[in-house]
């Protein structure tokens, strides 16, 4: 797979365990941990996979609307954008 010039990515390591109950009453529940890979990694920890999966869409969201804006300021300054 050839790689754009534009292209953006991010880069995570995620873990999931099963916590057994401690009674037979309740139920078996996963657990998560997102590792952020970067220059710096951070590590997120989750209840549930709802959670997950909101926190990567959310930082997904934010990383492609912070690409797009850093691009239209490359163009600008470049004068290649003529909009007001």
């Known amino acids: 797979m050839a790689k754009q010039a534009n292209q953006v990515y991010q880069s995570f390591l995620v873990r999931c365990w099963l916590i057994r109950p401690a009674t037979e009453d309740e139920p078996e529940t996963w657990r ?15 209840n549930n996979l709802e959670q997950l999966i909101a ?3 959310a930082k997904l ?6 690409s797009k804006q ?6 600008n300054r470049k004068g290649g954008n003529s909009k007001p």
């Open 32 to 46: 998560f941990e997102l590792c952020e890979v970067a220059a710096e990694p951070q590590k997120h920890g989750f």
């Open 55 to 57: 926190f990567m869409a």
């Open 61 to 66: 969201t934010a990383v492609a609307a912070s």
């Open 70 to 75: 850093d691009s239209d300021e490359e163009e």
